[in-house]
C-alpha cells in the first residue's frame, strides 16, 4: 500500500497590502526604481531640511524693528509689521473696513457662484452687482463716505480688483465675440476673427502699454483716464480674446441638432442664443474659463510694469523702506504664497468641475 | 415692413450697421489722434527710424553704439528677443519632458516630486519667478574676485556666467559640412528603417545609430581638419573679467524663470499626451506579444505625440511672448528696448507700439502656421 506523506505546506503568496508590500511594489520594484528612489530621497534631503530650517527652525517671529531679526533664517516680523501695505497698499488706515468689506463680499459672491444649490440667477445676479457695490465701496463719495484716490488702492486689494473687473467685464465681450465667430455674416466673423487673433498674438504687456500710452491719444483732450482705469482697459480687452476663445470650443461641443430644434421651434437667433446653445456652452466651456481665470490672476502682476501698486509691487516697496532694507526674499516667498493659494484653489475647482462634466457625458 | 423678416435682408441690415459703427469708431478714433499729436506737438511717420538713438545697449548681439539708429535698436531687441526665445524653448522642452516622463513614473516618490514641481511653479506668476531669480537668487552670487570658478575656465559671480568662447579658425567649415552630412545621412537611415521594418518587420537602431553618426562624423572633421576650433578663455582684468562668452544676470534670471515655469506646461502636455491614448491600444500591443519598449515606441508615443505636439507648440508661443516680462528686470529684447527706451526718447507711442505688436504677430502667426502643417501632417488618415 502506498505511503502517503503530507508535503510540507507551500509558502503563502506575497502579501498584496500593507505597508510592507506598497513600498516594494511603488519604490523598490526593479534596480533602476531603487535607484530614483534614493536620487528622489536625496533631492528632498537638500531641499526641504536647509528650507525648513530657513523658514522656521532659525526664523524670527516676534518682535517689531529689524534688530529683532537676530536668527539666521527668515525674518517674518518684516510680513507682520508690513502686512498691512502687502494687503491694502496705501488705503487709508481709518477706512479699512471698507477694503475689508469689500473683500467679504467678494469672498461671499465667489461662495455663492460655486455652489450648486444656489439658483442660476441670484448667481448671476450677485456677480453683476458685486463690482458696482465694490467701487462705490472703495471710491467712496456716497453715502458720507470719504473718496479714496484709486491711486492709494494697492497690495493683495487692487490685484483681486483688478482680476475680479478682469473676469467679470471681459466674459460678455468675450461671449459677443464668439458669437461673431461663429456668425454666418462675413463681415461680422471677419471682425471678430481679426480681433481675436491680434490679441492673442500679442503679449499682455505691449496691450498694457498701448492703454497706458496710446489710448489717451485716442480720445478728445480733457478726457483722461487714471491709471488703474487704462490698466482695466488693457487687461478687459486682452481677456475677452481668450474668453471669446474658451466659448468658441463650448460652442463647437454642441450638437448640430441642437442648432436645428431651435430653429425648428422657430426661435430668434437671440432666443437661440440665450435659451438654446449659450446655457450649454458656457457649462462646457467653465473648466477651460477657468483655466483662463487662473492666467489671468497671474497676469495681473504685470500691471506693475506700469506703475500700479500690485501685490507683487509691495514686495520691492517694502524691503526698500530704510528701516528695513533687504528682505526681498521673504517678501517674494509670502507673496508666491497668496498667488499660489489662490490659483491652486481655482485650478482644483475646475478639475473637480472637468470630473463632474465627464461622468455626464458617459450615461 | 415684411422684407425686415427676411433672414438675408436682416444679415445685410446687421453687416452694414456695423460697418458704418465701426468706420464711425475708427474716424473718431483717428480724428481724436490727429488733433492730439498736434496738439502736444508729437512727430508722427516712421523717420525716427532713421534718427540716431543716444542711447547705449548692454548686451547686443550685432554691433551697437549710441549713434546707432532706432530701426538698429529695434534689430538688436529682435535679436535679444529671439536669442532668448530659442535658448528657452531648447532647455524647457527638455526639463519638460523629464517632468513630464518622470510624472507619469511608477516610482511613487518619483511621481509626487514631479508633480509637486508642477502644482508649485505653475501657480506663481512668471514674473514673481523672474523677479526672485533676479533680485534675490543671483544677486546673492559673489563679487567678481570671488567668483565660484570650474576648472579655471568658467567662473559665476554677480555678474553672471563666464564662459570658454569657441573661436573657429579656418577649416572649421568641414565641421559644419559634417554636421549637415550626418542629418541627411540620418534621413536617409530613418527611410531605409521604416521601409525594412514596413517590408520584413525587422527593427532598427535608427535612434542609436544617428547619435552615432551624429557624434562620430564632426569629430572625425574636426581632427582631419587639423583641430581648426581655439577656445578664448574669460581672464580676470581689474574689476572685470574679460574675453570668452558671457551671459548675465538679466539674461539668466529670465531663462531659468521662463524655462522653470514654461516646462510645467510641457510636462502636463506630455502626460495629457500619454494618458490619451487609449488603454485598448496597449493591451492590444501586449496581445500581440510587442515588448514593453515596442509597444511604447510603436504603438503609444506615436498616437501620444499627436495630441501632445499642439498644446507645446502653444506653450512655446507662450515663452516667446512671456520674454517681453524682461522689461521688468532690463534685459534689452524688443519690449524692454524698442517699446521701452526708444518711446520714452522719440514719444512716438503710436508708431513704436504698432511696430512691436506687428513683430509678435508675425511670430504668432508663424508659429501657427507650423502647427498647422503639424496638425494637418498627423491627421489620422482614414478611408
Not at chain 1, 470650443?249 to 449659450?278: C, N, T, V
Not at chain 1, 492666467?295 to 501685490?311: A, H, P
Not at chain 2, 445685410?12 to 502736444?40: D, K, S, W
Request: proline share 4%.
Amino acid at each position: 500500500m502506498a505511503v502517503y506523506e503530507l508535503k510540507a505546506a507551500k509558502e503563502p503568496p506575497i502579501k498584496e497590502s500593507g505597508v510592507v508590500y506598497w513600498v516594494r511594489k511603488n519604490l523598490l520594484s526593479s534596480p533602476s526604481n531603487i535607484l530614483m528612489t534614493i536620487l528622489s530621497l536625496y533631492i528632498l534631503y537638500i531641499i526641504i531640511p536647509p528650507f525648513v530650517k530657513w523658514a522656521f527652525l532659525d526664523a524670527n517671529f516676534v518682535g517689531h524693528t529689524k534688530a529683532d531679526c537676530t536668527g539666521d533664517g527668515a525674518c517674518w516680523v518684516f510680513i507682520r509689521e508690513k502686512l498691512k501695505m502687502f494687503i491694502y497698499g496705501f488705503y487709508p488706515e481709518s477706512e479699512l473696513w471698507r477694503a475689508n468689506l469689500t473683500m467679504a463680499l467678494g469672498a461671499v459672491t465667489v461662495v455663492l457662484a460655486a455652489l450648486e444649490r444656489v439658483p442660476r440667477s441670484i448667481k448671476i445676479a450677485s456677480i453683476l452687482i458685486l463690482p458696482i457695490v465694490a467701487f462705490f465701496l472703495l471710491y467712496g463719495g456716497i453715502f458720507g463716505l470719504e473718496i479714496v484716490q484709486p491711486n492709494k488702492w494697492g497690495g493683495l486689494l487692487l490685484t483681486l480688483v483688478i482680476a475680479t473687473v478682469g473676469i467679470v467685464a471681459s466674459f460678455p465681450i468675450g461671449v459677443l465675440l464668439a458669437m461673431g465667430r461663429q456668425s454666418k455674416l462675413p463681415i461680422i466673423k471677419t471682425l471678430s476673427i481679426f480681433y481675436i487673433e491680434l490679441i492673442r498674438g500679442v503679449p499682455l504687456i505691449t496691450v498694457l502699454f498701448m492703454a497706458s500710452v496710446v489710448l489717451p491719444l485716442f480720445f478728445p483732450e480733457g478726457v483722461d483716464f487714471n491709471k488703474l482705469a487704462r490698466a482695466l482697459i488693457g487687461i478687459t480687452l486682452f481677456q475677452a480674446a481668450y474668453v471669446a476663445e474658451n466659448i468658441r470650443g463650448g460652442f463647437q461641443a454642441i450638437p448640430k441638432g441642437q442648432y436645428e430644434a431651435a430653429d425648428a421651434l422657430g426661435l430668434s437667433y437671440w432666443q437661440k442664443m440665450r435659451l438654446i446653445i449659450l446655457p450649454q456652452a458656457i457649462k462646457v466651456a467653465i473648466p477651460n474659463l477657468v483655466g483662463t481665470f487662473i492666467s489671468l490672476f497671474k497676469d495681473t502682476s504685470l500691471v506693475m510694469i506700469i506703475g500700479l501698486f500690485d501685490l507683487l509691487t509691495m514686495v520691492k516697496l517694502t524691503a526698500n523702506d530704510r528701516d528695513w532694507l533687504g528682505f526681498d526674499t521673504e517678501g517674494y516667498v509670502f507673496v508666491a504664497l497668496i498667488y499660489w493659494m489662490f490659483n491652486f484653489a481655482m485650478s482644483r475647482y475646475s478639475k473637480r468641475l472637468e470630473d463632474k462634466l465627464n461622468t455626464n457625458n458617459r450615461d | 415692413m415684411s422684407f425686415l423678416r427676411d433672414e438675408k435682408v436682416r444679415g445685410i441690415l446687421y453687416q452694414l450697421i456695423t460697418i458704418v459703427a465701426f468706420g464711425a469708431l475708427v474716424l473718431y478714433i483717428a480724428h481724436n489722434t490727429a488733433q492730439n499729436i498736434e496738439a502736444r506737438g508729437i512727430k508722427s511717420g516712421f523717420d525716427f527710424l532713421n534718427n540716431s538713438s543716444g542711447f547705449d545697449i548692454t548686451e547686443s548681439p550685432i554691433p551697437y553704439t549710441t549713434k546707432s539708429t532706432h530701426w538698429e535698436v529695434f534689430k538688436v531687441g529682435l535679436y535679444n528677443t529671439l536669442i532668448i526665445s530659442f535658448f528657452g524653448i531648447v532647455l524647457t522642452s527638455i526639463l519638460g519632458l523629464f517632468i513630464g516622463v518622470a510624472r507619469l513614473s511608477s516610482n511613487w516618490i518619483v511621481s509626487r516630486l514631479a508633480a509637486t514641481y508642477i502644482e508649485t511653479f505653475r501657480n506663481i506668476p512668471v514674473l514673481l519667478q523672474i523677479l526672485f531669480w533676479y533680485n534675490v537668487v543671483l544677486a546673492a552670487m559673489p563679487s567678481v574676485r570671488q567668483s565660484y570658478s570650474f576648472f579655471d575656465s568658467i567662473f559665476i559671480n554677480q555678474r553672471g556666467i563666464f564662459l570658454p568662447k569657441p573661436i573657429f579658425q579656418e577649416g572649421s567649415i568641414y565641421i559644419g559640412i559634417a554636421v549637415v552630412a550626418a542629418f541627411v545621412i540620418g534621413w536617409f537611415v530613418h527611410k531605409w528603417a521604416k521601409k525594412r521594418l514596413e517590408e520584413t518587420g525587422k527593427e532598427f537602431p535608427v535612434i542609436t545609430t544617428n547619435l552615432a553618426i551624429l557624434i562620430i562624423l564632426p569629430l572625425l572633421a574636426y581632427f582631419l581638419a587639423g583641430k581648426p576650433v581655439d577656445f578664448e578663455y574669460p581672464v580676470l582684468k581689474g574689476f572685470n573679467f574679460e574675453g570668452g562668452k558671457t551671459y548675465t544676470p538679466e539674461f539668466l534670471a529670465l531663462l531659468f524663470a521662463l524655462v522653470i515655469y514654461t516646462a510645467t506646461f510641457i510636462a502636463e502636455a506630455i502626460r495629457s499626451g500619454i494618458e490619451a491614448v487609449n488603454k485598448g491600444q496597449k493591451e492590444a500591443a501586449m496581445a500581440l506579444g510587442l515588448s514593453k519598449t515596442q509597444s511604447l515606441k510603436l504603438v503609444v508615443l506615436p498616437q501620444a505625440i499627436r495630441v501632445a505636439i499642439p498644446p507645446i507648440i502653444s506653450q512655446y508661443l507662450n515663452l516667446i511672448k512671456n520674454s517681453s516680462l524682461a522689461a521688468a528686470i532690463g534685459y534689452p529684447e524688443l519690449v524692454t528696448v524698442f517699446a521701452g527706451t526708444s518711446l520714452n526718447v522719440t514719444g512716438q507711442a503710436l508708431e513704436i507700439i504698432a511696430i512691436t505688436m506687428g513683430t509678435y504677430l508675425m511670430i504668432s502667426l508663424i508659429v501657427s502656421f507650423i502647427l498647422n502643417w503639424f496638425n494637418k501632417k498627423m491627421k489620422i488618415k482614414e478611408r
